[in-house]
């Protein structure tokens, strides 16, 4: 299950260009047993994230939830705890249903002070490290200071890129599936 934001709910084009229905195309590739189930909303926070993981988690029953959650609050300023805490309170709600999760990193725009981006973007590294879960490092990694592969919003990415976020996420995706499959049968 993906719980994200406008970055993985195909904002601004078809969902079938998004990365979460190109990673869904995929996995399809590799086994016809994987699904996704994309649970993102656009414009959602920690808080909106933190208040309905748990209707989510009951609703789909997933093995591995791939959160990607935060950068709407960074873009509003709201306090690093704050951020910090919603997080790990999803987290922990999927840790308590035997839930892997892959964190996704966020970093912020320059203009916000080298101070709160800095805070920010130690947020999920340190989230992943205290909670032993998964990380990307950066979603948008390898195009995230290139203009030319975002909207003309200057915040979500195009079409164009949506392949390069699934490059970003699929070689950790992939090893927690293998975990998974092993820890199911330990013999094979």
């Known amino acids: 299950m993906v719980f994200g934001d406008s ?7 078809p969902t079938e ?11 399809q590739s590799q086994s016809a047993i994987y699904q996704i189930v994309n649970a993102s909303i656009s414009g959602e926070t ?11 988690l ?19 300023g709201n306090s ?11 987290i922990k709600a999927c840790q308590q249903r035997n839930v892997d999760v892959l964190l996704t990193g966020m970093q912020l725009p320059p203009n916000y002070g080298i101070s709160y981006t800095q805070k920010f973007q130690d947020i999920f590294p340190e989230l992943a490290q205290k909670n032993q879960v998964q990380l990307v490092p950066f979603l948008l990694a ?11 919003d200057g915040i979500h990415p195009t079409a164009i890129a949506q392949e390069k976020i699934v490059e ?3 070689d950790i995706l992939i090893s927690m599936f293998e975990h998974k499959k092993i820890a199911a049968n330990p013999n094979d």
């Open 58 to 76: 009951e609703t789909h029953h997933p093995d591995i939830v791939i959160l990607e959650l935060g950068a709407n609050d960074g873009l509003r």
């Open 142 to 152: 390898g195009f995230g200071e290139k203009h030319e592969f975002f909207q003309s």
């Open 7 to 13: 970055l993985s709910s195909s904002y601004g084009m």
């Open 80 to 90: 690093i705890q704050s951020i910090y805490e919603n997080l790990e309170a999803i």
């Open 168 to 170: 970003n996420v699929w």
């Open 17 to 27: 260009a998004g990365w979460v229905a190109l990673l869904q195309q995929r996995l």
């Open 46 to 56: 920690t808080l909106g994230g933190r208040n309905r993981i748990e209707q989510a």
